[in-house]
């Protein structure tokens, strides 16, 4: 490239007067330095004859007069511009257009707060700092999304940020049914009849007496391969007379109380899940073409206690929780045979919602109260209404069915704990002696005593003095009025005297 020195010389000189303007800053290799939006001009000692620009997205060239341009930054990036002058030579520069770091760091400190720092690294804005909760978080966001700002999100919001989730699903259930009906069969030589309460049947039963025996023998027994449906309660027979009665009356009370309390730890914005059950086969048949025979696979489905749920911490100690919990248990009804296959129904207590509460609240999720009562009245036509009689030819059945369920979750803002003696479900157990377990009908043997001076310690509470004592749940208590001196002595730590 042929450069005539005179020329050069007047541009450096026109570039050193523009820096010592501050209309532009110029780094020691030369690059001239804008800012997305800022603009400078070049004076060249010579008229212009071509100006490009290698990127045009970067920056923009526009003419001011025959001896100079003006240099605008578009984005961030860097390019060259190259100005030919009328006399040939030309004038190469490089032109890096910077991304403001400091003006977006005060508009974000003046929005969010002092602890925000930005770096520009390779025209990508690197933020980080401090953010007082999960909105400024997010308006943030929109903010450097709306300006069209490429940017690496390193802050963090103060505070904890893990969450530990505690469910209380809790479920009574209450059946009650009362049930009365009569059956009777009586039989002769010249013909036979009987009273079979609606929907109840029964099956006759031959009541004679035993082998040889007469009618007046004590020792009676029924006929072979006859047997009792149990519907019936209570039965009888008149063997003389050929008379066998079926009675059932029915007083059924049930109660079902079902508790579980899951508990899980998960850091904001995370996703826990918590599953304590397993799994029950369910034989598929697949669809079998010609003389084949059919193909029999095996699908699992989940049962148990279930606790699916997403914490996002807000700030302020306030937490927004995605929680899904489910229990599910195995039962009869609604059960399914296939292929000789048993597949047992599940009944399954399922809820999903999004709630917002503070550290240490709890919130009712969900609640159920239903009540349900059912009553079946089958008698004989006619005789079924009659007076007192009308009891053997009617057939009563009255169910009454309650059921409360309440869903209550608790969120707490938690720590992990240090290094702490904390005891574990069955630490203390000790297996019986053959004495405890054969003699005393025991199932554990004498736990050794435990003295609370390790987890004093561990806590930093063995240093605690005053008038009072650590004392252990069976220690020997001594009330307020009587004389410590003369009562009992109980095996507790003294409280040291200061």
């Not at 079902?256 to 904001?268: C, I, K, T």
């Not at 302020?316 to 039962?331: F, Y």
């Not at 207590?349 to 009245?377: I, P």
């Not at 059921?403 to 479900?425: C, S």
Request: aromatic share 6%.
């Amino acid at each position: 490239m042929n450069t005539s020195p005179t020329i050069l010389m007047h541009s450096m000189l026109a570039l050193a007067a523009m820096s010592a303007a501050g209309m532009y800053a110029q780094s020691p290799t030369g690059e001239l330095s804008l800012f997305p939006g800022h603009s400078t001009r070049i004076v060249v000692g010579s008229k212009i004859d071509t100006v490009a620009v290698g990127a045009p997205e970067i920056a923009d060239v526009r003419p001011l007069s025959p001896t100079e341009v003006m240099i605008l930054g578009k984005a961030v990036g860097k390019t060259d511009v190259l100005v030919r002058l009328v006399d040939g030579a030309t004038v190469d520069q490089r032109v890096h257009v910077r991304l403001d770091t400091a003006d977006l760091q005060n508009k974000l400190r003046r929005l969010f707060g002092d602890g925000i720092e930005v770096e520009d690294l390779s025209g990508v804005a690197v933020v980080r700092g401090v953010l007082p909760d999960a909105d400024a978080a997010a308006a943030m966001t929109r903010f450097l999304a709306d300006a069209g700002i490429k940017w690496v999100n390193l802050t963090r919001m103060a505070g904890v940020q893990q969450v530990q989730l505690r469910v209380r699903i809790a479920e009574a259930s209450r059946v009650a049914i009362r049930a009365l009906g009569v059956s009777a069969v009586a039989s002769s030589a010249s013909g036979f009849g009987g009273i079979q309460s609606p929907g109840n049947p029964f099956q006759a039963v031959s009541i004679a007496p035993g082998p040889g025996g007469t009618i007046t023998d004590p020792n009676f027994g029924y006929g072979a391969g006859n047997t009792v449906t149990t519907a019936t309660t209570l039965f009888g027979g008149i063997p003389s007379s050929n008379l066998e009665v079926f009675l059932q009356a029915l007083a059924e009370n049930r109660y079902v109380r079902l508790l579980a309390e899951p508990n899980l730890v998960a850091v904001s914005g995370g996703e826990a899940t918590f599953l304590v059950g397993g799994e029950f086969p369910v034989p598929i048949v697949q669809g079998v073409s010609g003389t084949s025979s059919p193909v029999v696979t095996v699908q699992y489905k989940e049962f148990g206690v279930r606790l699916n749920f997403r914490p996002q911490v807000l700030g302020e100690g306030r937490i927004r929780l995605e929680v899904a919990p489910e229990v599910s248990e195995l039962s009869e009804i609604g059960a399914l045979q296939q292929n000789g296959f048993t597949v047992p129904g599940i009944v399954t207590r399922r809820s999903s919602t999004t709630v917002e509460l503070g550290t240490g609240q709890s919130f009712a999720m969900a609640g159920l109260l239903r009540s349900k009562e059912q009553a079946r009245r089958s008698a004989v036509p006619l005789l079924g209404d009659l007076p007192v009689l009308g009891a053997l030819f009617r057939s009563m059945r009255y169910e009454q069915e309650e059921t409360e369920l309440v869903v209550i979750v608790t969120a707490e803002l938690v720590e992990p704990l240090d290094r702490v003696d904390t005891p574990l479900p069955g630490e203390f157990h000790v297996p019986p002696s053959d004495w405890q377990l054969f003699f005393s009908g025991r199932l554990s043997g004498d736990a050794p005593r435990q003295e609370p001076n390790p987890r004093m310690r561990a806590l930093g509470l063995d240093e605690l003095h005053g008038p009072g004592a650590w004392r252990r749940t069976d220690d020997v208590r001594v009330g307020a009025g009587e004389d410590r001196k003369a009562g009992p002595q109980s095996n507790s730590v003294e409280a040291r005297q200061e």
